[in-house]
């Protein structure tokens, strides 16, 4: 059973980098067919896919978020991680990492799109 855990600071200056890792277990990160995402709720909105890397390497993102995120991983450590940049309050939000099997939703309607999740981490971004 793959589990995937989200770590990184809970708050972030504006103007700062966020940045967070998602450590996968039970299963390589290389493993053909996975993509491994990036997603975010913020207070009262939905579900919003920010980008994914896929087994392979290749990364692919939103088209609003890509001139401010960047996703690499650590096939050393299982890892895959999420940078953010010139974060403002907007960015407030839960985080999450998720598996599929297969290319992801990136319109979101339901957890039950994506195999696996993390259980989230709050990021606030505040003075």
């Known amino acids: 059973q793959v589990q995937l855990q989200e770590s990184g600071p809970g708050l972030v200056k504006p103007s700062q980098i966020l940045s967070l890792t998602c450590t996968v277990s039970?299963?390589?990160?290389?493993?053909?067919?996975?993509?491994w995402s990036w997603i975010r709720q913020p207070p009262g909105k939905g579900l919003e896919w920010m980008g994914a890397?896929?087994?392979?390497?290749?990364?692919y993102y939103s088209p609003s978020l890509k001139s401010r995120t960047s996703i690499s991983w650590d096939t050393s450590k299982n890892q895959f991680t999420l940078q953010l940049s010139s974060v403002t309050p907007e960015d407030t939000a839960v985080y999450y990492c998720?598996?599929?099997?297969?290319?992801?939703?990136?319109?979101?309607?339901?957890?039950?799109?994506?195999?696996?999740w993390g259980q989230g981490t709050q990021v606030t971004v505040s003075s």
């Open positions: 998720a598996a599929t099997v297969g290319p992801p939703s990136t319109t979101i309607t339901a957890m039950s799109e994506y195999r696996y």
């Open positions: 890397i896929r087994y392979s390497g290749s990364t």
């Open positions: 039970g299963g390589s990160i290389r493993t053909n067919p996975y993509y």
